[in-house]
């Protein structure tokens, strides 16, 4: 998983779930703080696809607590053969803690990629903050990973503009507008450079707000591309 080229990543806290994203997925987002018991779920799979570990904490959308388990857990993830990249908040490495960093650098020893992520659930900032949020995230990550919410299409807009600068600057990033009003850029982002899409395998098993299922979300970035 060198994230080249698009990505498009099956959401799921149950790796079960994976003979069910084949067709239409390149990777598995392994939503571990959705798992009841994630690392025992680890050391049996045997899929097919890689897997993106993803263990989100609960200030950024996610149901893990803020404890040293957390990372612990992904540190633990990193060395399965199938994981090849792991997911970190910015967030979590702007502070005093030094897990955040020990975890990128156990995921590289490992050979996997490393997504530092930011989520914006209130607003669509102004273009230059997002711009210095991705440039601050690919100061620890291989990629700057994005989610703000969109109110309008204006937002939508200054999402893709700082899109299409990174990926002409050769800046590796994912980015999408969450909400009803940003929920086309998940579809259109790809083609102007975002290198990794997320999606269920169910509908109802949504893990960010505005997400297409994966069938649909995969014949749209095709149909567009």
């Not at 669509?124 to 990629?143: H, I, N, S, W």
């Not at 807009?157 to 999408?176: F, S």
């Not at 929920?183 to 997400?211: F, K, M, N, W």
Request: avoid cysteine.
């Amino acid at each position: 998983m060198d994230f080249e080229e698009f990505v498009l990543a099956a959401s799921t806290g149950d790796l079960a779930a994976e003979p069910a994203a084949r067709e239409h997925a390149d990777a598995v987002e392994f939503r571990m703080d959705l798992a009841d018991a994630p690392l025992e779920a680890l050391v049996e799979y045997d899929g097919e696809l890689p897997v993106l570990a993803t263990n989100r904490v609960e200030w950024e959308g996610g149901e893990a607590d803020d404890a040293p388990e957390r990372l612990e857990d992904l540190r633990v993830a990193v060395e399965h053969p199938r994981v090849e990249a792991v997911d970190l908040e910015l967030s979590a490495i702007a502070g005093d803690d030094d897990d955040p960093l020990r975890t990128i650098a156990h995921a590289r020893e490992h050979g996997a990629k490393v997504v530092v992520s930011i989520h914006d659930f209130e607003e669509t900032p102004a273009r230059q903050e997002m711009a210095r949020l991705l440039d601050q995230a690919l100061e620890f990550g291989d990629v700057g990973k994005l989610a703000v919410t969109a109110d309008s299409p204006d937002d939508v807009l200054r999402l893709l503009a700082v899109t299409r600068g990174k990926e002409n600057a050769g800046d590796p990033v994912a980015t999408m507008a969450m909400g009803e009003a940003g929920r086309h850029s998940r579809a259109v982002a790809p083609l102007y450079g975002s290198r990794i899409g997320y999606a269920p395998v169910d509908p109802a098993e949504a893990t960010a707000p505005g997400q297409y299922d994966l069938a649909t979300l995969r014949d749209l970035v095709e149909r567009l591309s």
